[in-house]
């Protein structure tokens, strides 16, 4: 099982290079974080610290104000929440999200 994500910047028409992001497991009430990352030049986060994943549900949480900031654009939506299944341990998914300072757009793919 592999979890992977892409930040795109649709302002700019490029990789959104230098976002950090957040993998979270539900925990009780609320979220527990996993591991972190950042996006690498293509926007992509390929590898998570912790690889060990399993059945169930994760949030990926995108920390869009800090990017835009960044370029000196404000951003309406400060974070970027993903809430996702994992249904079959030997999946190889991939979260891609699509920026922009006022909106964003996201879905889910397979990497094969």
Known sequence: MSV????L?????????GVRARLERPSGESWRTVSQ????SDGQILDWLDDDFEQGAYRIVF???SY?????????????AVVFRVQDETDTCQIQVLLAPYSYSMFFGSRV
């Open 4 to 7: 992977s994500a892409q930040a």
């Open 9 to 17: 910047d649709v302002v700019y028409g490029r990789s959104a290079a």
């Open 37 to 40: 990352a950042e996006t690498d």
């Open 63 to 65: 920390d869009s104000d």
């Open 68 to 80: 835009f900031a960044s370029l000196g654009i404000s951003a309406a939506y400060p974070e970027v």
